[in-house]
């Protein structure tokens, strides 16, 4: 049976890391829209997430909040311990179609202030966490399922004053690719989106006019990002129209630094 086109991922499920707050908030929100039940995961932010399910349960969708540290040691083992006991709960089975890494954190600093503990922490929640995450939703996710991974364009525009941020988000075009030709004999697609400037908490930056001024000088168009426009571009990666589009990491940036 087709999902109705205006609920293109009616009878899907899907997982959202760090789905509390800016971009993964509005990530759920959309897919939720589409029709998925949507697990909202979270770190600290309980109230946020379950005002989240909340909003989303009073518009007419189905949600559910899993919590997980994925900085800590055997945070991924939590995060599916959670994710797994909601789902059979609802539906019998862990399975499930569509697994958006959003989590991720972005410390302000640059090469001088860089500690060894800040460069393992955004291991740990950048590169890590996505990396078993995916090993684990692979056991899980349905033939026919979506991947979408967060990459950022700091892997082509390397922002020096979050340099271990730019240097570890790399990792997941690459995790991107191989995701892709691993699991496409199952049909599952596998694509990452590279967002440029979107103002979130992340991007205090952009609150004063110089630094709204200079964003805005590096794109192509002439406005800040939002939340929403990653996550248009996201429910169309996770639903029907992406089948044949896989391997991929897709700028949404506004048309950031198309010339010199």
């Known amino acids: 049976m087709t999902a109705p086109a205006n609920k293109p991922l009616a009878g899907k499920i899907a997982l959202v890391t760090g789905a509390s707050r800016g971009i993964g908030r509005s990530i759920a929100t959309r897919l939720a829209h589409d029709g998925a039940m949507v697990a909202v995961?979270?770190?600290?932010?309980?109230?946020?997430?379950?005002?989240?399910?909340?909003?989303?349960?009073?518009?007419?969708?189905?949600?559910?909040?899993?919590?997980?540290?994925?900085?800590?040691?055997g945070g991924v083992a939590t995060l599916f311990t959670a994710f797994d006991a909601e789902l059979v709960s609802r539906t019998g089975v862990s399975r499930f179609d569509i697994l958006v890494n959003n989590a991720g954190i972005a410390p302000m600093h640059g090469l001088n202030e860089t500690t060894e503990a800040i460069m393992d922490e955004i291991y740990a929640v950048n590169v890590k966490a996505p990396f078993f995450i995916s090993q684990e939703a692979a056991r899980r996710l349905n033939d026919g399922g979506r991947i979408v991974n967060l990459s950022s364009v700091v892997v082509r525009l390397p922002f020096p004053s979050a340099l271990a941020y730019s240097v570890l988000k790399a990792p997941i075009d690459t995790l991107?690719?191989?995701?892709?030709?691993?699991?496409?004999?199952?049909?599952?697609?596998?694509?990452?989106?590279?967002?440029?400037?979107?103002?979130?908490?992340?991007?205090?930056?952009?609150?004063?006019?110089?630094?709204?001024?200079?964003?805005?000088?590096?794109?192509?168009?002439?406005?800040?990002?939002?939340?929403?426009?990653?996550?248009?571009?996201?429910?169309?990666?996770?639903?029907?129209?992406?089948?044949?589009?896989?391997?991929?990491?897709?700028?949404?940036?506004?048309g950031s630094v198309l010339s010199f």
């Open 41 to 73: 995961h979270y770190v600290n932010s309980e109230g946020p997430a379950k005002a989240l399910v909340a909003e989303i349960t009073s518009a007419g969708g189905s949600a559910f909040a899993v919590k997980s540290d994925l900085a800590s040691h």
């Open 176 to 254: 991107t690719r191989g995701l892709a030709v691993e699991l496409g004999a199952r049909s599952i697609t596998v694509n990452a989106i590279s967002p440029g400037v979107i103002e979130t908490d992340m991007t205090s930056f952009v609150k004063s006019q110089e630094g709204l001024d200079f964003t805005l000088g590096q794109q192509a168009l002439k406005r800040l990002g939002q939340p929403a426009d990653i996550a248009d571009v996201v429910a169309f990666l996770a639903g029907p129209d992406s089948r044949w589009v896989t391997g991929q990491v897709l700028e949404v940036s506004g």
